[in-house]
């Protein structure tokens, strides 16, 4: 099953609600909105940067196949 229907099958089983959250995230990533980050916020990203250079990461899929998410 490509993505696409495996996608399309997880769609139908949505109620409602889900499906409106849904749609606002896909229009969220047709159309990202260009926000500036708040001073904190950059603080958060530059020490996620430094984190990730030093190779203290982890892949989303390790996380959640370990149960940690």
Known sequence: ???R?????AIEALDEESL???????????EPE???PL???RAVIA???EEFARG???KWR???RNGDV
Not at 5 to 9: N, Y
Not at 20 to 30: I, T
Request: proline residues 0%.
């Open 1 to 3: 099953m490509s993505v």
């Open 5 to 9: 229907e495996e996608l399309i099958k």
């Open 62 to 64: 390790e996380l959640k």
């Open 34 to 36: 260009e926000v500036e």
């Open 56 to 58: 203290e990461c982890a």
């Open 39 to 41: 001073e904190e916020e």
């Open 20 to 30: 409106e959250a849904v749609l606002d995230y896909v229009r969220l990533l047709q």
């Open 47 to 49: 020490r996620g940067r």
